[in-house]
């Protein structure tokens, strides 16, 4: 299943697999102090989803535009930011496609949020798609991502993520997440299988069930960072969580800072 694919299936079900006003009361500190240390105005975020971190950046008065490759999340993001009332230009685009869009230069600070890196597979789609963020951020902008912290994940053959629950009156939902590994490192680096059990049911009804899956690479940090100096990024800053802690063998995620060369 392409990432394209297993993301319509999951659109209709994102927002209830994510408790977005847990997750940006979290977030928020780290972007506002980011944006603020760096004179932040206009803000694009890549892959977004159905779009909250861009509403948030647009409801904190930023200025802001937002990409993701599938049209359903697409849809759902526009959706999501006319009813919080605030502005956010929306658009259908993958990686690699930025700068067919914008122009040199037009972002002082770009996101790219959720694990959605790994969805690249190759050395040169990474390296492609970071240097396309790199031409319409402006010499000396900042690229955020948050990706899992892949060494950990690796190390400790980590397979299986806590069930999210989602209940609605008498509905409810669970969403189980899952990897399978597909053995040793390849040509095309780690290989592995993200799975995705989707499970709903109405009162005391009985449970239906869907399943959707598709391909990531499992980027190391020092991968990521390597990829990030070919691209235009020769200065990186990495934590472990959003509270700016080191990064560690037991950290959940990988945050990297990357700054844009100014010449």
Known sequence: MSARSFYEALSANYDRFVDWKARLRFEWPFFERVFRERDVRTVLDVACGTGHHAIAFGRAGYIVSAVDVEEAMVRRARANAQAAGVTVDVRL?????????????????????????????TEETLTNALRDMATVLKPGGTLIIQNR???????????????????????????????????????????????????????????????????????????????????????????????REPVSPDSPDLIVLATRHVS
């Open 149 to 243: 912290n892949w060494d950990r994940v690796l190390a400790q053959r980590e397979r299986f993520m806590p069930p999210e629950v989602h209940r609605l009156g008498e509905e409810e939902w669970i969403f189980w997440r899952f990897y399978d590994f597909s053995g040793p490192k390849d040509r095309l680096g780690q290989p592995l299988r993200f799975n995705m059990v989707r499970l709903h049911r109405q009162g005391e009804g009985p449970w239906s069930a869907e399943v959707s899956h598709t391909r990531l690479r499992a980027w190391t940090g020092a991968e990521l960072l390597d990829a990030l100096k070919k691209s235009g990024f020769p200065l990186s800053e990495t934590y472990g969580s959003y509270q």
């Open 93 to 121: 685009a993958g990686f690699g496609g930025l700068s067919v869009l914008f122009a040199p230069g037009s972002f002082d600070a770009m996101t790219c949020l959720g694990n959605s890196l790994p969805h690249l597979l």
